[in-house]
């Protein structure tokens, strides 16, 4: 009955991989199954972007003949380039209330990282910042909203158990439709709103995968000094430009602009987690149709990303952005809350405004570390 761990090299192992999550949630209302093509994609050595500068090695623990945990290690080398680190990432965690089988898997990606001259472990990255990150550690009484995690309520003390410790907390916030910014905050933005050279235009859909090297310019400076930061790549930022093409709401992309040049961007998405319930990991003709026919029911979004070139915070544009959402919203618009996150815990600033606009924190997600023995 011991724990045995393998390297995923075969199909019907990736296939294993992919589907554990499946008998890990199936009595959990609040998990939302992914996309299996979208997650075999994400892991496409030869086909995704991410791992023309990335290493990856995929581990499976089974006890008894059976799959109850996986885990993925990854070496970004160009995280490691910008940052001067020798990081590990760990990811794609799924396991059972094992601690074994938890301790095996970690030990797994430990062995790899030293014998490629890693420093420490850092995770959960789904691959990368860039992607899915961090491990729920506060709101699991609520489902995830779109392209945000999911786990149990054990998985952090299963992580914690195997020698990790906190290293970075997120936070989501929610604002419900209705919930005003403080008169503050409100005289403050009729005093922004009145300079002329600051203005908003929304995306041009028809062409999006032009707008968004508009989006790449705004998102490198914007966040080049937040923790965690990487550059995406141009095929990087195209890939998920073609993933967003599909679900995006074109009101809810906004540029803004000081003095006729783009210094803000805006990216929310309408959330189509209760969809993807219904298709259970599959998407069909059948699920098209859903698409067409459900897409009026879905009454809440995220922003994905808001961002200000460091260059022009000081105008207070954030807050530009925030009011022409609640305008729209108020106007014309089918939500009834919106998700705003992640945020990094020590980005004070933004998490002041958003709370004075009428957001509060529901949600902490948290990313671990430990550092590791560098074989020499």
Not at 50 to 57: G, P, R, V
Not at 178 to 203: C, E
Not at 317 to 346: C, M, R, T
């Amino acid at each position: 009955m011991s724990i045995e761990v393998s390297e995923v090299r075969s199909k019907k192992e990736l296939r294993e991989f992919i589907n554990l999550p499946w008998t890990i949630y199936q009595s959990d209302d609040n998990w939302v199954p992914p996309l299996k093509f979208m997650i075999k994609q994400t892991l496409d050595t030869q086909k995704h972007p991410f791992w023309k500068f990335s290493q990856q090695k995929l581990f499976t623990a089974k006890r008894n003949g059976k799959t109850v945990g996986r885990i993925a290690g990854i070496i970004d080398n160009n995280s490691n380039e910008f940052h001067s680190e020798r990081m590990c990432g760990w990811g794609f965690f799924e396991c059972r209330n094992d601690s074994e089988a938890a301790g095996a898997l970690f030990a797994a990606v430990e062995q790899w990282a030293e014998k490629n001259g890693m420093k420490f472990l850092r995770g959960p990255l789904n691959p990368s910042t860039n992607y899915d990150v961090g491990m729920l550690v506060n709101g699991f009484e609520f489902p995830p909203s779109i392209m945000m995690p999911y786990n149990p309520d054990y998985y952090p003390a299963l992580v914690e158990s195997c020698g990790f410790a906190k290293e970075m907390d997120l936070y989501a916030l929610r604002i419900k439709r209705g919930q005003k910014p403080t008169p503050r905050l409100q005289r403050l933005v009729k005093r922004i709103r009145r300079n002329p050279d600051i203005s908003i235009r929304p995306v041009n859909k028809k062409d999006f995968l032009n707008e968004i090297k508009i989006v790449q310019d705004i998102y490198n400076s914007a966040w080049s000094k937040n923790w965690g930061f990487v550059p995406m790549t141009d095929e990087e930022m195209t890939h998920l430009a073609k993933e967003m093409l599909h679900i995006m709401d074109e009101r809810l992309i906004f540029f803004i602009y000081y003095k006729q040049e783009p210094v803000g961007v805006c990216i929310m998405l309408p959330n189509y987690n209760h969809l993807l319930k219904a298709f259970n990991g599959k998407i069909s003709v059948a699920g098209l149709i859903k698409i067409i026919n459900y897409k009026k029911y879905i009454d809440s979004a995220r922003i994905l990303a808001m961002g200000i070139k460091k260059s022009h915070q000081h105008l207070g544009v954030p807050l530009v952005a925030f009011d022409y959402l609640l305008g729209l919203w108020e106007h014309d618009s089918v939500y009834k809350e919106i998700e705003v996150g992640w945020n990094l815990e020590d980005n004070y600033d933004i998490i002041k405004y958003e709370e004075e606009v009428g957001c509060r924190i529901y949600k902490t997600y948290r990313i671990y570390r430990k550092d590791v023995n560098v074989v020499t």
